[in-house]
């Protein structure tokens, strides 16, 4: 069964130190993996995916997020925090023999960055 | 792009009525999905429409849940006889035709109360 988890309920960071947003993931085969943030109130947006090619793919807002297959990770990284940072974080999988495109999400990690 | 809407944002119940939601995906996107959220947990998946056509549904989506897409455009999502643990956010999101691996864009959702 696919499953992805998110290990810390939340994170905090002081503005402008870097931040880690950690997510490992189980699934079948190679995945394709996603990170989104929900503001209050908000939907989800997307910030980046991975699907092949470079481990380390850049995204919205100055995010980016590195792929590690050996450790089964994909965790959401910035250089430096920025108060408006705060929010929920999701990382999400899918496997790539699923044709629906459904996405299996994380249980999802606070990030409170703080000035 | 105008975005995914839904309505209504909030919706507040009681326990036996009947409820339908809406959604209007991005005018060019084929694939729609709808998830459901509860406090604390990252999105679930329900069900996906491609098209008019609605090809998978989870096995969370109990008898009491009904999805359509008419003629491939707006989408509904009706519950009848709620119960108190249908209360949660419900999303919406459309991707493109290629989004198999695509990144899905989210609505706002609908918040249910069941009182």
């Known amino acids: 069964a696919q499953s992805v988890a998110q290990p810390e309920d939340q994170v905090n960071v002081a503005e402008g130190n870097p931040l880690t947003v950690k997510c490992t993931y189980s699934?079948?085969?190679?995945?394709?993996l996603f990170w989104y943030v929900q503001y209050p109130n908000r939907g989800l947006q997307f910030l980046l995916k991975?699907?092949?090619?470079?481990?380390l793919v850049k995204g919205s807002y100055g995010f980016e997020a590195e792929f590690n297959k050996s450790q089964t990770s994909f965790h959401l990284k910035k250089p430096s925090a920025l108060v408006s940072d705060s929010a929920l974080y999701f990382c999400?999988?899918?496997?790539?023999?699923?044709?629906?495109?459904?996405?299996?999400f994380g249980q999802g990690t606070t990030l409170q960055v703080k000035p | 792009d105008t975005g995914v809407s839904q309505d209504p944002r909030h919706k507040i119940t009681k326990r036996g009525q009947n409820v339908t939601f809406r959604c209007d995906p991005i005018?060019?996107?084929?694939?729609l999905y709808w998830y459901r959220q509860t406090l604390g947990q990252g999105p679930e998946f329900l069900t996906y429409?491609?098209?008019?056509?609605?090809?998978?549904k989870s096995r969370l989506l109990s008898d009491r849940f009904s999805a359509e897409r008419p003629k491939g455009s707006f989408s509904t999502l009706e519950i009848q006889r709620t119960e108190q643990g249908d209360s949660a956010m419900y999303l919406c999101?459309?991707?493109?035709?290629?989004?198999?691996?695509?990144?899905?864009?989210f609505g706002p959702g609908t918040r249910l109360t069941v009182t």
């Open positions: 999101a459309s991707s493109r035709p290629q989004g198999a691996y695509g990144e899905q864009y």
């Open positions: 429409f491609q098209n008019e056509a609605q090809l998978e």
């Open positions: 999400a999988v899918r496997g790539r023999r699923d044709n629906t495109g459904k996405l299996i």
């Open positions: 005018s060019e996107h084929n694939r």
């Open positions: 699934v079948s085969g190679n995945p394709y």
């Open positions: 991975y699907i092949t090619g470079d481990n």
